[in-house]
């Protein structure tokens, strides 16, 4: 018997093409099958860097035409970047005290209007005029870090944060105001713990009435804002549905730092030091806490959970340090993606969990990955200062790494002390000039030259240039006794600059003095 002919060698690609020109495979079909095809996924390779941030980039997104990228940083500046050109359209000082966790054209608005949300627990709502000044409003606070909002698909006045003070409120730009939704309370059994410190919340695009939130404990609440009754006459904090493992239902030293929807409304949720679920839409444990802890005795095994409900489990990333979202990539959403302490981008096939890509992009960690809402195309930010775009432009195909279980190493990092917003430090302070000569350039091609980060700031005081300060950097990279240096940051003093870098993790967790640890810069 004649074996059957092995396709699995021909580019899914470029078979699609020869569909296309026959009229097997229509238009349409054929640019969502390019968009999603594996053999693209493969060939991503860094195509450009964007400079600006004095900062760690704490959050990248596009507008609805992802012709704009969108960033937030430490250096509380908000910066709306051509990313294809890599030139900076605009940029202007948030108005936040501290560390902007996130920031989002609302969509709509031309890209004149942005929400942003901070380590300072301030909402605040830019305003893009036609000319003359940005402005910026104080629209509500949060009794703590606000780490994520969510806008409302398609609309251009509705949005959702959360914070650490686990409050939920609502906002609608016509009015300016914000309604305080309800406070996550925690399961009963935890009531001594107050509220849930929330660090994500995600809207339902196929169903935009449903929104989830997570934080500080193992479950994943789902809401319906249809049941709140804006005139407050009744209580709107109890979940229309819980999510959550199994068996991790009662472990109390977990949390979640990340949560996505997908087009099909399936739930993704990243879990700190532990993995990445995907529930399917309708696998939710129930409205009913007592009854959901009452069945999950006995189940402790993670195979079993797979098996019963469909639950996919995404594993080989790590996730201690930092608030690290989780997204979806894809025109159908068929890949998964997230950031690692490890400074690596980890991409899954979603449909089999299957670990495709495992790519370098931060010396130290990778916190956001946002896809491009049209082509295929990712932008990530993380603790360095830049942001990367990423192309499937490469010749070849990559594979994954020998050592895909690199794990992240503690003492290569310093984490600081919270600082006030009226710090003299000049870093941290509120007269920032957005027309400094000695910002970095717009952007950094990777395979062009000519495109030098001229940042004085971040120069040796020698007066060398950035090729020479780069060799140093080698040289101090092959050093034993280095443990790790910053990209474009070479102090002749070790400590002079130790404010200006600002983790955004808790640094509760991880000591309250500069002493506690160990220096990385040379």
Known sequence: MTKKRNRINIDTAVADICRREVGRISCRKFANRLAASEDLVLRFELSKKLNKHKGCVNTVSFNPDGDVLVSGSDDRKVILWDWETGNVKLSFHSGHGN????????????????????????????????????????????????????????SPHIFYTCGEDGLVQHFDLRTGMATELFS?????????????????????????????????DEFTRLYDIRRYKWDGSAAFGKPADYFCPKHLIGDENLGITGLAFSDQSELAVSYCDEHIYLFPKGTGLGSDVNAIFANSMGSDSEMEIEDDVGIKVYKGHRNCVTVKGVNFFGPKCEYVVSG????????????DSELLRVMEADKQVVNCIEPHPHITMLASSGIERDIKIWTPTAVQKATLPARIDKVFEPRRFRFFPYLDSDSDDEYYSNEYNDDDDTSSNE?????????????????????????????DEDDDEEDATSDFVIEDEVNEDPRENDTELFDSASNEEYGDSLDDFRDDEQ
Not at 185 to 214: E, H, M, Q
Request: glycine letters at 6%; a negative charge; one cysteine or more.
């Open 340 to 351: 690692s302490d490890c400074g690596r981008m980890f991409i899954w096939r979603k449909s």
């Open 443 to 471: 952007s950094d091609s990777v395979d062009n030259d000519d495109f030098d980060d001229d940042d004085d700031e971040y120069d040796d005081d020698d007066g060398d240039d950035d090729e020479d300060d780069d060799e």
């Open 99 to 154: 560390n902007i966790f996130q920031a989002k054209i609302m969509p709509g608005t031309d890209d004149r209007s942005i929400v942003t949300c901070a380590a300072d627990g301030q909402v605040r709502h830019a305003t893009i005029p036609e000319c003359g000044e940005v402005e910026t409003k104080l629209l509500a606070k949060h009794q703590g870090r606000a780490h994520k909002l969510a806008s409302e698909p398609g």
């Open 184 to 216: 996550c309370r925690p399961v009963p059994d935890r009531s001594f713990v107050g509220v849930v410190n929330l660090n994500s919340i995600a809207i339902d695009p196929r169903n935009p009435n449903l929104f989830a939130i997570a934080g500080s």
